[in-house]
C-alpha cells in the first residue's frame, strides 16, 4: 500500500518560487506513474504533470511549461515540483498522486484525476500579486 505526503507549500509573492515534495512510503513498485495535481476553489482539479517513475519521462500542462519541474530522487521515493515565476494562477491546493500505469498512459492520463488510485492530502500554494 502506497501513502503519500506533500510538503512545502506556503505563501510567495508573483515571479517568485517554491518548492513541492511528496515522500512515498510503502513504494515497492519500480514502474508508476506520478502526478501532480491542483486544486482552486470553485475549479475541477487540474493535471499539472508527471513523472514516469521507471525512466523520468515527464509530462507537463500547457500552463506550466517552463516553469515548473518536476523530479524524483535515487531511491523514487520522493517526487518534487519545483515551481518558478509563479503566478496568481498557481493558487492552489497541491496534491500528488500515484498509480501503476504504462509509459504511454501516464502521459495521456496526465490531466485525469480520476485514474489515480493514490492521493496525498495536499499542500496549500498562494501566489500573491
Known amino acids: 500500500q502506497v501513502q503519500l505526503v506533500e510538503s512545502g507549500g506556503g505563501s510567495v509573492q508573483a515571479g517568485g518560487s517554491l518548492r513541492l515534495s511528496c515522500e512515498a512510503s510503502g513504494y515497492t513498485a519500480s514502474s508508476f506513474c506520478m502526478g501532480w495535481f491542483r486544486q482552486a476553489p470553485g475549479k475541477e482539479r487540474e493535471g499539472v504533470g508527471t513523472?514516469?517513475?521507471?525512466?523520468?519521462?515527464?509530462t507537463y500542462a500547457d500552463s506550466v511549461k517552463g516553469r515548473f519541474t518536476i523530479s524524483q530522487d535515487n531511491t523514487k521515493s520522493t517526487v518534487s515540483l519545483q515551481m518558478n515565476s509563479l503566478k496568481p494562477e498557481d493558487t492552489a491546493m497541491y496534491y500528488c498522486a500515484a498509480v501503476r500505469l504504462t509509459r504511454a498512459s501516464c502521459r495521456f492520463y496526465y490531466n485525469s484525476p480520476g485514474v489515480f488510485a493514490y492521493w496525498g492530502q495536499g499542500t496549500q500554494v498562494t501566489v500573491s500579486s
Open positions: 513523472i514516469y517513475t521507471a525512466d523520468g519521462m515527464l
